[in-house]
């Protein structure tokens, strides 16, 4: 029964009119990573400062590693880790000042809790006397985690950690966590890259404060009904265009190269397609059916 590490029901949270989160409820198991996955202005930061002791929410309940959000409080703080999305670092301390910092307020020191932090720490550990605000983005990420991580926490709230950061220290930064994760730890991280999602164990595509589907990455592309087609030809806003004015069109979205297509009949053949783009003058035409990515399932959910 106790398998999960936080139980959310039916919390919601409102900045004057603006209601940020809408009566969400879901659990998290223990040792999980689970992804909280949205726009900018879904609602993610607002739920982790609520988990985070932070902010109260309005309405509900929060129960974490068998502690109440509320009552709780102090004790909740000695066992999350949080790195918030800015200004968690000290800009005008050292890297070693800076996790230094971190570990007094919790009471403990960087030598007795080395072992957790070691892999990230050391990479970053020759530039310790570094001023944290000379750092690059993937270095401030991994000295960020560090401080999170410093006074051993059961539970890891990462608040779009991978923002801004470049392609091969986000990919490090996955592998960090997916280590910290058989270290026993459960982890709640929000991003805004929706190619992310298949890097956790289950995610909650949230949107407008309301949380549109939960489940495996798996599942939720599984759960994708309609025959999806990826389209390519020489000229990509002609294509978009005129694959937008196809007689049943069902939806239209740009992914890089491709035009992503799905159609109210599902008897159309690849062929059809083909032929209707030649009528329209398109050249070096492409056409064939692909399995539905996240994105793809996030976008046909906000048109429902
Ligand atoms: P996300 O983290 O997904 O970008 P947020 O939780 O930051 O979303 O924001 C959710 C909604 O609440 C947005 O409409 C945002 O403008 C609003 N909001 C967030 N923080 C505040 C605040 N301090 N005061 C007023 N509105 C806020």
Redesign the pocket.
Known sequence: MENYSIKISNVS?S??D????KNISFNVKKTEIFG?I????????????ILTTLLLPKTGNINLENLDIVKDFKKIRHIIGYMP?KFSLYQDLTVEENLNFFATVFGTTIKENYELIKDIYSQIEPFKNRKAGDLSGGMKQKLALSCALIHKPKVLFL??PTTGVDAVSRKEFWEMLKKLQKKGITILV?T?YMDEASLCDRVAL?Q??EIMSIDTPENITNQFNKTLYSIKTENKYQLLQDLKNYKNQNSVNAFGQFIHYTDKLEKLKIDDIKDYLKEKKHTNIEVKIIKANIEDCFIELMRE
């Not at 603006?18 to 989160?21: L, P, R």
């Not at 949205?38 to 400062?49: E, H, N, Q, V």
């Open positions: 949270k900045y004057g603006v209601s940020a989160i909280l949205g726009p900018d202005g879904a609602g993610k930061s607002t739920l982790i400062r999305g608040d779009e929000s805004p949230i407008n404060g």
